[in-house]
């Protein structure tokens, strides 16, 4: 078989994507019918093959010898659901196939008004999407490609001198070697931000603009924010068009990208203790597989060590083991991971008794939950003026938002620490939903939230959602920010060319999950803040909340880390694709250090 395999890794023919997924379905299902297990074991049982998930399970399978590594996800192929999901035009709609979505909804909630502050808002309970398929969020994500600034990253790493390895340079490093950016000519100072040899495709949006969208970037500087030609730069503010995770014309998850070329390293490893058949050396990826909780060695309970994982697939609870020197690594994102930790005992003792779970290390898990809140204006123009088949958001607005809620100025355009993001989704969505018009939809997002969120477990039941808390504008300096650029977008489309060309007229304000709000007449503050009103695992000191260490390793522990977007200490102001796939890539170079004993 070895010499099989050889054969067809050395065949062209292996870039295509069907073919390599279908020649290592029959590989490996062949072989596991032939070896005889005494008991499943890898050296590394990944739990996700969602952002994070896909991009270590490459690194570990190319760049240690002889290992195996088993992923568990608890969604299906990329390509089990129909291929709207591949199409940059379509991903709004992408968000609304759930098969591929865990179907979360957040707590309702009641939040202090910051106009009146005697007075309380109702926050009600919202869908909230998390991609459960191969390739996780970045699946069904809007596929923009922005990793946020320098000083955040620098933030990471001034929390003691070991949380060096996460400074802004460390991480440069890792969003170039996952970067494989398609700019034509790129000049030096582009070279200096930007990776061409890694896997995870990055493209301008630059191209592709010539309808109402490239009126937005005039109107925009018209009022007076400068041009940025690249956000992922040395500076983030101004307008100007997006980069996206896009190949060819199709959406580029990390399941596109890094599982796929995980697949490719299958091979077969004699000298095996396991079975009598020889172990395969190769990434085993087994769709729906739920897993339920870590399995701990009991024989030496004081001191946490995970040995292997229980998991739901096909009907039947099975388990899963690692090898001597292995590790069990959650990648299951925000939500999940902490779920995963809190159901195997380790979390909060206020949360977890109440349901039953002994306590085996009191961590505050699930206390960071981060994320960035958005609201969305729209308009109307005239007919036939959208590219519909455009990416789903093409141009970028940054800027400083003003603390008062008003229009910001031209000090705040130029202000190099920006908090808020405006894009501009497909409206698509727009058009088809209401009586199809032609419309420009603008989504301020906030970037630098005050507001933390939580979640706890509802019950000690794996397959019972969370209770998610995002606490959005809890803070009273969240809100007037918001507002702040909801106002500024209101400016921009009064702007030439879209007030004089396109002849855009607001219709109104929608939440982030698309309720008509207003009509677009004249709001006072107050009307601002309730039509806007409508994200875990910190890696930090254990003496300052955190549940992970700088190694990625839980506290009080051994064998086990969690590698995923719920270890942002502090949360990227930018999105949030980019800055996973860089923590996986720096992890797998701390875990592969670990594992060989170099460092
Ligand atoms: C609708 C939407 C739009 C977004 N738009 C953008 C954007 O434009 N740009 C951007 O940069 N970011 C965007 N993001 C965010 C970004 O995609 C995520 O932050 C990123 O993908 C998170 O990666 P992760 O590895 O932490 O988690 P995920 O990618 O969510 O992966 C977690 C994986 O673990 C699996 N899993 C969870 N629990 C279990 C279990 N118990 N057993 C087995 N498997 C399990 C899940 O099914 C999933 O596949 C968006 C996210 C969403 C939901």
Redesign the pocket.
Known sequence: MSQDISAIEKNHDLENDNKIREFWNKKICDHDKLAKKTKETYDFII???????CVLARELIHCIPNINVLV????GPDTYSNGIIKLPCASLKA?RINDCD?GYVTQEQRIQSSVDPTKEILKKESPY??????????T???????RGQAKVYNDWAAQGPEYKIWDWDHCLEAFKAVEKNSRKNPDEKFKKFHGFNGLLHVKDSKNDIYDVMSGLIDAAKYLGIPYNDDFNGEKQNGVGTLQS?IQDGKRCS?ADSYLKDAFKKVELHPDSKYNSFGKVVAVDVRSF????EIIWDEENKEENIAIGVR?FCNGTVREAFIAPKGEVIL????I??P??LMLSGIGPKENLEPNNIKVRKELPVGRNLLDHPGCCLVAKSTPNTINHWSN??EIGIIHKANVEGKIPCKDDFFDENPDMQIIDPSTELYRKKHNKFDGIALIPLLNIPSSVGYLELNSNN?FDQPKIYLNFFEKSDDLPRMISSLKLCREILKQPPLSTVYDVKEIGINDEFGQWCTNGDDMSDEDWERFIVNKAIKMAPESKDGVVNHRLQVYGTKNLRVV???IFPYIPN???????AMV?WRASRLIIEDYTGTC
């Open positions: 739990v996700g093959a969602g952002t994070a998930g568990l996800e608890a969604g968000l865990w999407m998390r991609g459960k398929v191969w390739g996780g969020s970045s069904v994500n809007a596929m923009v490609y922005m995770t990390l597989a739920h897993v339920l998991y990648c299951g994102g925000a999940n991971s779920q995963i789903s958001c794996p995923d977007a719920s930018g999105n949030t694709n980019a800055p996973t996986a």
